[in-house]
């Protein structure tokens, strides 16, 4: 070995021993303490965790971890409020549902009941009224088809015929044979196969009984006004007495 490599050697060596006496000692670990948790070892809240990640950039009630973290514990923690089911309104922006607007309700055909005068001498009973519903029904269910217009007096007409002609009463029956009468309008039986099955098929029902309260009705509003009040003589108001000064006191 040559002179300069034991020179360059012995050099190398010194300042490696140089770097390791100057370089300060590592910090041994701080000797480990029991006593009272301080501030630093507080025990996880999930709660507050929950609302700490909540209140990141972009993250809202939809985030990838809803529901599934902390349960309503992480909603709670972020709206105050219980938590919300997607497509609910999202309770960072509100917490208060908009009040829905109030419901207008549709005309009904039995509103017009209550606007059927009842001037006299005939008297439209609480017997006979009950029916009214169904007969406004039939009118409202024949303009609807096409088969007529539900016109000013129908209604009142209607319901003056059940009124004299049965008093309201379903089950009544006069005369005899083919001249028997029935039910509410007194339809005769020998015109009923023509006049019920009339009814039935206008209006969708089948097997049309004169003795069925309704039947009776769609019979009677399909008589009335495809064939007008003349058959009902004295109760449609086409002789006079008490069924003409009824109708002229009601205007009609």
Not at 112 to 131: F, H, I, Q, S, Y
């Amino acid at each position: 070995m040559t002179n300069t490599v034991r020179w360059l050697t012995t050099a190398a060596g010194i300042l490696v021993f140089a770097a390791i006496t100057v370089s300060p000692p590592l910090p041994y670990p701080a000797a480990k303490t029991v006593g009272p948790l301080t501030a630093a070892a507080k025990i996880p809240d999930p709660a507050a965790e929950a609302a700490e990640m909540l209140t990141a950039p972009g993250y809202g009630l939809d985030g990838p971890t809803l529901g599934s973290l902390y349960g309503e514990a992480l909603v709670t923690a972020r709206t105050g409020t219980t938590p919300l089911t997607r497509g609910s309104i999202d309770s960072s922006t509100t917490t208060e549902v908009p009040k829905s607007e109030p419901r207008v309700r549709a005309w009904q055909p039995a509103d017009e009941c209550a606007k059927v005068p009842n001037p006299g001498p005939v008297w439209l009973t609480r017997n006979t009224m009950r029916w009214c519903p169904k007969v406004s029904y039939y009118l409202d269910l024949g303009e609807r088809l096409g088969a007529w217009r539900w016109e000013r007096g129908d209604l009142t007409r209607n319901l003056l015929i059940i009124e004299c002609e049965s008093n309201g009463d379903p089950t009544a029956i006069n005369g005899s044979g083919l001249d028997t009468v029935y039910s509410l309008y007194q339809h005769k039986i020998r015109y009923w196969q023509v006049r019920g099955w009339a009814a039935a098929r206008l209006f969708g029902f089948t097997n049309p009984t004169i003795t069925a309260a309704w039947d009776n009705i769609a019979a009677g509003v399909w008589l009335f006004k495809t064939g007008g009040r003349g058959h009902w003589e004295y109760c449609g108001g086409n002789w006079g007495g008490a069924p003409a000064e009824t109708l002229r006191r009601a205007g009609l």
